[in-house]
Every structure is written in C-alpha cells, then in structure tokens.
T-cell receptor, first 111, second 115 residues
Framework: DAKTTQPNSMESNEEEPVHLPCNHS???????IHWYRQLPSQGPEYVIHGLTSNVNNRMASLAIAEDRKSSTLILHRATLRDAAVYYCILSSGGSNYKLTFGKGTLLTVNP | GAGVSQSPSNKVTEKGKDVELRCDPISGHTALYWYRQRLGQGLEFLIY????????KSGLPSDRFSAERTGESVSTLTIQRTQQEDSAVYLCASSFSLVLSYEQYFGPGTRLTVT
C-alpha cells in the first residue's frame, strides 16, 4: 500500500487558516486521497476526498499537487472545535473501503 | 438521524475469555466496516460487510477473531480466548454503499481492556 507522511503536530490560532500537508510520493494512478479527523475520545469523521482535481466542501478544501505526490488540507478559519488528529489516507480504486490510517497530525488551535 | 452506535462502550475482560462487541449501523447503510485502534496508533482495517456478506476478511489478526452481520443491520465482532495484545478501541463504521465507501460514518468505539 502507498504510504503517506504527515507532520506529527501543528499549531494554529483561532480564526486563522490552517494548511495541513501530506506527502504521498508513491501514489499510484488509481489511488484516492482521503482526509479524516478524529476528535478526542470520538471515532474518526470524514472530511474530504479527491483524486486529481482540487475539491471544496463545507468543511475544508483539498489541494492536490499536479504530480499528485503531495496534497494539502485547508481549513479556511480554524475554530477550537477543529482541534483534532487529522489523517491523510490513500486507497486504491478497487478497495476504497480499506482505509488504513497512520498516526496523523495533531492540530492544536489556540484561542 | 441516529448515528452508528456501539456497545458496550467499555469492556474489561480476563485473558482467555471470549468477548462480543456489537455495532448498529446507520439505517439504510449497506456497507459496514470494523477497525481496531491501539493506544497512540492509527486505525487498522479488520473486515467489511456488504449486506451480510464479508468479501474481505484480510485484516482479521488471527482465527480468534470473527464477525457476523444480520442482513443489513447489526454486526457483532467476536474475539475468542482474548489476549492482552487484543486491548484496543474497536471502531465500527458504515457507509450508504460500497461505492460510497470513501465517506464512512464511525461509531464511538468499544474500549476493550484484557487483564
């Protein structure tokens, strides 16, 4: 399975944008990029996913590099409720259901 | 609407005992998934169901682990002869269909402690 690399932790201030990076240099052509987040003591929550083009939804934006070897999850205005572990995950088109989570990035949001 | 629910929320058991963990998916969701999360680690995929069929059991760690699903409803994960390394949070998720598996809805998990 293609691996992802994320920073262990990041900090942000409330109401500022946050850019969470993810490297996936061994991504294959059929791999989708998923982002989930996990708030303390809760199950993971879907954030966004994409294949090649940048994606926007009500929670965040996903910017995918042209060579697809990296991507960035963008939270446009961080709130205290966005403090969580953010996971960048790859899954191949034939097994999108098999989400293998790494250790993710712990995002701290300062008031 | 109601989300994915799991029971019990916490389970402490002695090594060697069997345990059964339950998952109630979101009504109408045909696909159901089980994951395991060890302390301080990411999630490990265990098994998924499409309806009551389990086409992929590749993530089950050993033959002590088994899972069943009744129709497109409740699922149970059974661990026989529990070992200390089975201690983890067991998470269940569901999605509307396998095609929409990229958006999985997770339950709060069952924290299993084997003493």
């Amino acid at each position: 399975d293609a691996k992802t690399t994320q920073p262990n932790s990041m900090e942000s201030n409330e109401e500022e944008p946050v850019h969470l990076p993810c490297n996936h240099s061994t991504i294959s052509g059929t791999d989708y990029i998923h982002w989930y987040r996990q708030l303390p003591s809760q199950g993971p929550e879907y954030v966004i996913h994409g294949l090649t083009s940048n994606v926007n939804n009500r929670m965040a934006s996903l910017a995918i590099a042209e060579d697809r070897k990296s991507s960035t999850l963008i939270l446009h205005r961080a709130t205290l409720r966005d403090a969580a572990v953010y996971y960048c995950i790859l899954s191949s088109g034939g097994s999108n259901y098999k989400l293998t989570f790494g250790k993710g990035t712990l995002l701290t949001v300062n008031p | 609407g109601a989300g994915v629910s799991q029971s019990p929320s916490n389970k402490v058991t002695e090594k060697g005992k069997d345990v059964e963990l339950r998952c109630d998916p979101i009504s109408g969701h045909t696909a159901l998934y089980w994951y395991r999360q060890r302390l301080g680690q990411g999630l490990e995929f265990l098994i998924y169901f499409q309806g009551n069929s389990a086409p992929d059991k590749s993530g089950l760690p050993s033959d002590r682990f088994s899972a069943e699903r009744t129709g497109e409803s409740v699922s149970t994960l059974t661990i026989q002869r529990t070992q200390q390394e089975d201690s983890a949070v067991y998470l269940c998720a569901s999605s509307f269909s396998l095609v929409l598996s990229y958006e999985q809805y997770f339950g709060p998990g069952t924290r299993l402690t084997v003493t």
